[in-house]
């Protein structure tokens, strides 16, 4: 298997090539975000980002990945001219951060990890007041308020606070007020960390439509099958360098096969000896071999066809074998294999309550 370092997936170069996306150029005037060589220093010397190049085309839902630390909030706050880039050309929506970042603020919405709603005002006045601190005109406020309540499936719920609401629907009624001037691109940092599966699922559902509108979406998350249902493309960002961009199966095919998850007693040293018996495995001669909690996990282009030998392998070694499952790769193997740790995210605590 080639090393995802050394062969990164349409990663930009860093001698003066721009990166090419999805194998062709996108014009200059369809790139919602555009980003040249971009290095952040923090005061305390701190190298945030490092020479990052990035172009996101009009339209697209980008997903943004990386581990904690990797410089992802920072490359959000450089768009969304919160922070000042310490050298580099950023473009969003065809303005420059440095000169126009009014023009940004009032073509962008942003949705915090924090949603930014009033506990106390209900659906509507969270919507309604947003319109206001927008400057959506007087005379658009109410209709625009209820397509947002519908869009995000509030409208029901529209005059009550938003403190009797699950932490799902609060993400929903955030969401709805970042949108309410209809920028053509949002950045959602974070937006279903802490909720529960269902509640994520209705957020997706929301997101997809507003990208299904012609809204260009910037999203970064901890969740891979998030971005991998979501995203038509994505970028993994490490230590503030882009190391792998593409699309989720451009990213898949990369890791170079199946997956072979075996499953063992694991006691008097048996997950070393397996290890050493299917590194050993002359059928499997490119694979990466792991140790998981409970086996070895064997990633091999072989691994359908040669996996059943490679048990009997180990069964005649002395290891038994008490499950296996061969597997395509997911978005978290990925991840694995560019950065050498799995992205754990917290638990969901988070669930909707019955209205
Ligand atoms: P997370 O997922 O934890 O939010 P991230 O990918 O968003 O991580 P950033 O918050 O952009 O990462 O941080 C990138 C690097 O810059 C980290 O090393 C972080 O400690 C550092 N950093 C962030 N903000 C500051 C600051 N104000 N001053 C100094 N260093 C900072």
Known sequence: MS???????????????????????????E?????ENLQVTYADGTEALRGVDMVVPEGEFFGFLGPN???????????ATLLAPTSGAVRVNGFNVRAESQQIRESIGYMAQETSIDPELTAQENI???????????????????????LVDLTDVADKTAEE??????????????????????????PTTGL?????????????????????????????EEADQLCNRLSVILNGEIVVEGSPADLK????????DVEIDTGGGAVDRSVAIATAFEPFADATVERTETGISVTAETARTHGTELLVALRDKGITVTGFNIRAPTLDDVF????????EPEQAADEEVSR
């Open 69 to 79: 630390g990797a410089g992802k909030t920072t490359t959000i706050k450089v768009l």
């Open 31 to 35: 790139r919602a975000i555009d980003i």
């Open 253 to 260: 095919r990369r890791v170079g096969g199946e997956i072979l």
């Open 336 to 343: 694995l294999a560019i950065t050498g740790e799995h992205i």
């Open 165 to 190: 609401f699950s932490g799902g629907m609060q993400k929903r009624l955030d969401a709805a007020t970042a949108l309410v001037h209809q920028p053509p691109l949002v950045f959602l940092d974070e």
């Open 128 to 150: 309604s007041f947003a319109c206001e601190a927008y400057g959506v005109p007087r005379g658009e406020r109410a209709q625009r308020v209820s397509d947002l309540l519908d």
């Open 196 to 224: 529960d599966p269902k509640a994520r699922n209705r957020l997706w559902e929301y997101f997809r439509r507003i990208n299904n509108r012609g809204t260009t979406i910037f999203l970064t998350t901890q969740y891979l």
């Open 3 to 29: 090393s995802p370092e050394s062969d990164p997936v349409g990663a930009p170069s860093h001698d003066g090539h721009r990166p090419d996306v999805n194998g062709s150029t996108v014009a200059e005037g």
